[in-house]
């Protein structure tokens, strides 16, 4: 008797590639939602994902599922909208205990950044910029809540900054794959390319943080000049001596 098995179906989240085959379009709307609502998501490749998805909707053959444009950037800024908007009602709701409770290294240091953005460029740019660099996407979206950020800002400067990183990437992925021939031979280098590009603002605002650093121990260690206690000799006044 033969028995007929189901085939397994290997996902691996963390790659693109493999979301967009398995779960198509409902993969993006889950994965963005994910990474940017959930603290759990950090790692999720949003950036990759987003790129992938718009080459796979150019027509032709490639390979891969074929995608299809529209449905795919209203999943793209769905998932990333409402995602955001999660993670900042869980911070208000939840404070910076929810980060207190992570030992993630990555995530602790995503934190720190997102902190330090939202002192250096206020609420507004700093909510926007967020949603280019990894892990901070993440985790300013809950930091803004706990900070008491007025719902109606956070709002308008996600909706923002989600529809510009959705969207621009998406047709960026999309018009490469259409001016370009075969251009899934080169599919896992642009995606590479997309990566480091996307964590080149982490490794900015590291070396200068290495920079001030730096700056603040040779600034520390100038020599003084010594202290005494000794009090200046006054010159007498030969005319008030007479």
């Given at each position: 008797?033969?028995?007929?098995?189901?085939?397994?179906?290997?996902?691996?989240?963390?790659?693109?590639?493999?979301?967009?085959?398995?779960?198509?379009?409902?993969?993006?709307?889950?994965?963005?939602?994910?990474?940017?609502?959930?603290?759990?998501?950090?790692?999720?490749p949003?950036?990759s994902?987003?790129?992938?998805?718009?080459?796979?909707?150019?027509?032709?053959?490639?390979?891969?599922?074929?995608?299809?444009?529209?449905?795919?950037?209203?999943?793209?800024?769905?998932?990333?909208?409402?995602?955001a908007?999660c993670?900042?009602?869980?911070?208000?709701?939840?404070?910076?205990?929810?980060?207190?409770?992570?030992?993630?290294?990555?995530?602790?240091?995503?934190?720190?950044?997102?902190?330090?953005?939202?002192?250096?460029?206020?609420?507004?740019?700093?909510?926007?910029?967020?949603?280019?660099?990894?892990?901070?996407?993440?985790?300013?979206?809950?930091?803004?809540?706990?900070?008491?950020?007025?719902?109606?800002v956070?709002?308008?400067?996600?909706?923002?900054?989600?529809?510009?990183?959705?969207?621009?990437?998406?047709?960026?992925?999309?018009?490469?794959?259409?001016?370009?021939?075969?251009?899934?031979?080169?599919?896992?280098?642009?995606?590479?390319?997309?990566?480091?590009?996307?964590?080149?603002?982490?490794?900015?605002?590291?070396?200068r943080?290495?920079?001030?650093?730096?700056?603040?121990?040779?600034?520390?260690?100038?020599?003084?000049?010594?202290?005494?206690?000794?009090?200046?000799?006054?010159?007498?006044?030969?005319e008030?001596a007479?």
């Amino acid at each position: 008797m033969l028995v007929a098995s189901a085939p397994t179906l290997a996902v691996n989240v963390l790659d693109a590639s493999s979301v967009l085959t398995a779960f198509g379009t409902l993969g993006i709307a889950v994965v963005l939602f994910a990474e940017t609502g959930l603290l759990i998501g950090f790692l999720l490749p949003g950036d990759s994902l987003l790129f992938t998805a718009g080459l796979l909707c150019r027509s032709g053959t490639h390979s891969g599922p074929h995608l299809d444009l529209l449905p795919v950037l209203a999943a793209a800024v769905a998932g990333a909208l409402l995602g955001a908007q999660c993670g900042y009602v869980l911070g208000a709701r939840g404070g910076r205990a929810l980060l207190a409770r992570s030992r993630n290294r990555r995530l602790l240091e995503g934190a720190a950044r997102a902190e330090e953005l939202l002192g250096r460029y206020g609420h507004a740019r700093a909510i926007v910029l967020a949603r280019f660099v990894p892990v901070v996407r993440t985790v300013l979206n809950p930091l803004v809540g706990a900070l008491g950020v007025p719902a109606r800002v956070f709002a308008l400067w996600q909706v923002t900054g989600g529809l510009v990183w959705t969207v621009g990437l998406t047709l960026a992925g999309y018009a490469l794959g259409s001016a370009v021939p075969d251009v899934d031979h080169y599919l896992l280098p642009l995606v590479g390319l997309v990566v480091a590009v996307s964590l080149l603002p982490v490794a900015l605002e590291v070396l200068r943080g290495r920079r001030r650093a730096a700056a603040g121990r040779s600034g520390g260690a100038v020599a003084r000049p010594p202290h005494t206690d000794q009090t200046p000799e006054v010159p007498s006044d030969p005319e008030g001596a007479r």
